[in-house]
């Protein structure tokens, strides 16, 4: 009988699976051609934990997919843009939260990136979410103050955990943290 429970146990726990991003979105500032675009889809390309990326020239997106089980870094997306001539105007993730979901403003590791919910929404169970990074690195300058104006957190304004909401979450102090919305 213990064999039994142990087993329907393995088997359980190897079917849960962990939040995963599954791709992102990507809106870049200054194209003005397809060279531009180009120039973005090579270096992002070139990427370890990319699979694919699809480019629309028209909206100046990229849908950037990523590999299953890949730590992910926005940070290096933003990297790779920039090392291209150009800046990102919006970038979204695509992520796929296990069941439980995670309750409005709350901290969530997601392919290796620690986020920082900072919503008055839940994030549903089990399906897959689209959460906007609003780091200053994301986003215009615009909407970094109207965002920087919305939030009372001291590690939304430096990009680096700090403070108790982080600490408590088990994100040692000083390490980098990506704010999300959903």
């Known amino acids: ?9 393995c088997v359980l726990v190897s079917g849960t699976s962990q939040a995963q991003i599954s791709s992102f979105r990507l809106q870049a500032s200054g194209l003005t051609c397809a060279l531009c675009a180009r120039s973005i889809h090579k ?35 933003t990297k790779k843009v920039e090392d291209a001539g150009f800046g990102v105007a919006s970038l ?14 709350r901290h969530l590791t997601v392919s ?7 919503s008055d929404k839940e994030v549903p169970a089990d399906g ?7 780091d200053k690195a994301f ?27 982080c600490s408590l979450a088990g994100i040692p102090e000083g390490n980098r943290i990506f704010h999300v919305i959903i």
């Open 139 to 165: 986003l215009g300058p615009k909407e970094q103050k109207k965002f920087a104006r919305a939030s009372r957190h001291e590690c939304f304004l430096t990009g680096k955990a700090s403070g108790q909401c």
């Open 43 to 77: 270096n992002l390309e070139s990427v370890s934990w990319i699979s694919k990326v699809e480019t629309d020239l028209e909206k100046s997106e990229f849908v950037i997919h990523i590999k299953p089980e890949m730590s992910v870094d926005a940070d290096l997306i």
């Open 92 to 105: 979204v993730v695509n992520a796929r939260i296990p069941q439980g979901g995670t309750p409005a403003d």
């Open 128 to 134: 897959e979410i689209s959460l906007r990074l609003i």
């Open 1 to 9: 009988m213990f064999r039994y429970i142990m087993a329907c146990f």
């Open 112 to 118: 290796g990136m620690p986020l920082h919910i900072i």
